[in-house]
Nanobody
């Protein structure tokens, strides 16, 4: 079955950095666009970033542009999100997802990893 397992979350101070990883299995990873989606406490899901299947094109939400970098290693079936200059408003559960993370289109999400930005 399709499996997406996020890791790398944790507690970080404002201005700090974290690198999230997503280990994928159960599908042809290199054939799929991949995304990161986040959900803050009490809020709805927010799309963060998308990378195309080959890794040559990336897209970011305005709220993270210039601070976050999405990347992938298709040989390792792994998706990454490098997060720099973190802000308290980045606090959320971060999910790895296939495609653009659209459940209505049949995209898969992982279980998520908690990121907390606080001093």
């Amino acid at each position: 079955e399709v499996q997406l397992v996020e890791s790398g979350g944790g507690l970080v101070q404002p201005g700090g950095s974290l690198r999230l990883s997503c280990a994928a299995s159960g599908f042809t990873f290199g054939s799929y666009d991949m995304s990161w989606v986040r959900q803050a406490p009490g809020k709805g899901p927010e799309w963060v970033s998308t990378i195309n299947s080959g890794g040559g094109r990336t897209y970011y939400a305005e709220s993270v542009k210039g601070r976050f970098t999405i990347s992938r290693d298709n040989a390792k079936n792994t998706l990454y999100l490098q997060m720099n200059s973190l802000k308290p408003e980045d606090t959320a559960v971060y999910y790895c997802a296939t495609g653009r993370g659209r459940v209505e289109k049949g995209d898969y999400w992982g279980q998520g990893t908690q990121v907390t930005v606080s001093s």
